[in-house]
Every structure is written in C-alpha cells, then in structure tokens.
C-alpha cells in the first residue's frame, strides 16, 4: 500500500486551456490511488460545466450504474482550493493514508496559476498540440509572477525598500504579451541578484504530465517544453508521465460513461498506474532519445530515471 506523510497532501491537477482530458485524469488517478490502499477525495471547483467528474467517477452524470462501486474515493464540489475549508474538509473526512485530488476547471492563467501554488503539489497538463502547449506556457508564466512577486514582497519586508521591489513594479515590467521578461534581465530590472532570483523561482518543482501522446516524439518535445520553460521563466518543471491516447477509452468519454473501472485492457490503465508511480515515488521521464519504454501506447519512449522531487506533502522524493 502506497504511503503518504505528512498530513492530508492537496495535489491540484490543471492545464491552460480545456480539452486535455484533465478531469479524465483525476478521475483515473484517484481510482487507481485508492486501489493502492488510499482514501482519495476528489475536490470539483469547475463550476462552469460542472458533472463531469461525477459522471467519469461513476458517481452522476448520465450513466452511473455503468461503473462499479468506488470504495475509497469521495466527491466534493464548490469548494475553493487554498482555503482552510478545504484543508479541514480533507483532515475531517480523509484519513491517513488520504489525498486530494483538485480539478480547478479551465480559467484565466492567474486564477489556473494561483490554485497550482495552493497546493501541496501542482500538477500542469498538457497535450502535443500547440494551443495546449501555449496554454501551458501562459499559466508558468503567470506562476513565475507570482513566486517573483511573493519574493519581492518578503524583500521589501527585510530592506525596507518598498520604492524598488514590490508588485506594481513587476507589472510595469510585464510585455506585451503580459509576460515578465526572461529572470537575468528581470533581475537587472529590478536590482537583485540573479542567483537569488532564480533559487527562488526554481525552489518549488512544477510537474508535467503530458497526454494525449501518439507517438514517442510527442514526448521529447514535452521534455523540451520543459527545458524552455526553465529557461524562460526560472521555474524547475518536471515531466513526470506521459499518458498515451487511447480510442477505446475516449470513445467512453464521448459517451460519458464512468471511467474509473479496472481491467478496460487497454494502455490506458498502464499508462495510469504507471503515472501513479512516478507521482508517488518522484520519479521523472528521462531526456528524450535515451532507451526505455513510458507505456505510451507501445511506442518508445524515453528513459525512466531517478530524480530527487517534490514528493507527496512537499517532501523531498526517494
């Protein structure tokens, strides 16, 4: 049975734009976690459409007799994330060995950004195509922002230099594009040290699943993804699991049925169990073109290798 310490962990999965099969994701991960031996409480805050959850857990929707009973797993709506309601809601009703599981739905970037950085762990998804991919970018973006801002606001605090540092100056800076610039020049802006600047925006991992990959390439470019985001941004994101397409278990989506149950023989179900995994045990996927397998619908993939991460509740991975 997996174990997880440290209180009852939020990990809030979400992308920068719908339709990459987050919800999806949720409701999969969370059936396979409680199969381990978790109690999974899985908080709704998509209030915009609303069911979807429900109707993937086998628990509303239209057709919820199609799935078998869920022991361990719990559904909760409405809820927002980065609240004491929802801390003493999972402390109450989730007991240790528990997790939450957050789908915040798809907002505007700052909102998507904010809820990642409630969290105990932020999971961002994406799929190959390019609007999922800028989507994505959007939301790092925003979250660099806020890591920046939340530093210059405790430096102020400690150099009483207010006229310097501080969120109105950060947004002055922002482009056209509403984006900082690149953490060398920030830091030349602003009248910090590079260093500090880049320790604190790389101090907390972000990690990325990408799904949706049909073919081993879809993989090395997340990883690269990954690598300009670093760059761009100063954060430290992690690619953790690529998730395969699978037509018979989108064809269930389509149909809105449950998706939770066990044994749909297909990639699907190993894709899920091994992104629970690396989820569990900090492990990332390799750099692209090194040997191994990532369960991607068969297709090669890169390398699984060991990686000190975020694991769950903030620890530090095996």
Not at 11 to 35: D, N
Not at 147 to 158: E, K
């Amino acid at each position: 049975m997996a174990k997880i310490r440290g209180g009852i962990p939020i990990w809030t999965i979400a992308s920068g734009k719908g339709g990459v099969g987050v919800s999806v994701l949720v409701a999969s991960l969370a059936a396979e976690m409680a199969r381990r031996g978790l109690e999974v409480r899985v908080a709704d805050h998509d209030a915009r459409r609303g069911g979807d959850l429900g109707t993937y857990l086998g628990k509303g929707g239209l057709r919820p007799a199609a799935a078998p009973p869920l022991p361990g797993v719990s559904l909760a709506a409405g809820v927002p994330v980065g609240t004491g309601a929802l801390r003493r809601g999972a402390a109450a009703l989730v007991p240790v060995p528990g997790l939450v599981l957050v789908d915040p739905g798809t907002r505007h970037p700052g909102r998507t950004a904010a809820e990642l950085e409630a969290a105990d762990r932020p999971i961002l998804v994406l799929t190959p195509e390019p609007a999922a991919v800028e989507g994505a970018s959007r939301v790092l973006a925003e979250v660099a922002l806020l890591r920046t801002a939340r530093w210059l606001d405790a430096r102020r605090r400690r150099d009483r230099d207010g006229d310097l540092l501080g969120r109105a100056r950060l947004d002055a800076l922002r482009g056209a594009d509403g984006w900082l610039p690149p953490p060398g020049r920030l830091a030349a802006a602003l009248g910090v040290p590079a260093h500090d600047l880049l320790l604190e925006l790389g101090r907390r991992p972000i990690d990325l699943v990408v799904n949706q990959v049909r073919r081993a390439d879809d993989v090395g470019a997340a990883g690269q993804f990954a690598q300009v985001a670093m760059e761009r941004f100063g954060l430290a994101p992690r690619l953790r699991g690529a998730v395969g397409h699978d037509e018979r278990m989108w064809i269930a989506v389509r149909k809105r049925l449950p998706v939770t149950a066990s044994g749909w023989g297909t990639t699907w179900d190993d894709d899920i169990r091994d992104l629970a995994d690396r989820l569990l045990t900090g492990r990332d996927v390799g750099p692209a073109g090194t040997d191994g397998t990532v369960g991607t619908a068969g297709s090669p993939a890169p390398a699984v290798q060991d990686a000190r991460g975020s694991a769950p509740g903030g620890k530090e991975g095996p």
